[in-house]
C-alpha cells in the first residue's frame, strides 16, 4: 500500500490515530461483549476468561507498540489525549458492565472504581511484562497473581 492511499482516506494523523485506537477499542469490545453474552454459571470464571483475555493481548508486540506510542504522543499533543482518554473511559466502562453482570448487588460506584483499578493494573503489566520487555524469573507468575487479585477485589475474598 502506498503513502498516498493512507492520505487520502486519512488526511490528518490524527484522523489515522483516532482510526486506529478505534479499531483496537472497537475489537476489546467485541470479545468484552462475547464475554458478557455468555450464560457461564460461573461469574468469576466469565471475568477470569476476560482479563486473561487483555493479559494475553499484551504479549501482542503490534498492540504493545501501538499503545506505547500513542500514550508517548499524549504527553505532546492534547487532542490525542483526548482521544486516549476517550479509548480508556469505554475501556473502564466496559469492564464495570462486566463487574456489574458478575456482581450485581454491587454498588455502580464500587464497580466503577474497581474497573479503573483493573484496567491500570493490567495496561501497567503491559509494561513491566508484555511483548518486547525483557523477561525476568521472578516475574514469571505475575498475570496469574494480576488475576486473583482483581477477581478478590471484584468478588471480595
Known amino acids: 500500500m502506498r503513502l ?10 490524527l484522523d489515522l490515530l483516532k482510526a486506529l485506537l478505534e479499531g483496537q477499542l472497537a475489537s476489546y469490545k467485541k470479545e468484552m461483549e462475547e464475554f458478557l453474552a455468555e450464560k457461564d454459571p460461573s461469574p468469576r470464571k466469565k471475568l477470569s476468561k476476560a482479563l486473561d483475555y487483555i493479559l494475553a493481548v499484551n504479549q501482542s508486540q503490534m498492540d504493545n507498540s501501538l499503545m506505547w506510542n500513542i500514550w508517548a504522543m499524549s504527553c505532546h499533543n492534547d487532542q490525542v489525549l483526548e482521544i486516549m482518554d476517550d479509548f480508556y473511559c469505554v475501556y473502564r466502562e466496559t469492564y464495570r458492565r462486566l ?31 508484555g511483548a ?4 525476568h524469573a521472578e516475574l514469571s507468575e505475575l498475570d496469574t ?8 477485589l471484584v468478588f471480595n475474598d
Open 99 to 129: 463487574i456489574a453482570d458478575c456482581v450485581p448487588e454491587m454498588d455502580r460506584g464500587r464497580q466503577e472504581e474497581i474497573a479503573a483499578i483493573a484496567v491500570s493494573i493490567l495496561e501497567g503489566a503491559s509494561l513491566i511484562t
Open 132 to 135: 518486547g520487555r525483557p523477561t
Open 4 to 13: 498516498s492511499h493512507i492520505q487520502y482516506y486519512f488526511p490528518h494523523r
Open 145 to 152: 497473581a494480576i488475576r486473583d487479585t482483581i477477581l478478590r
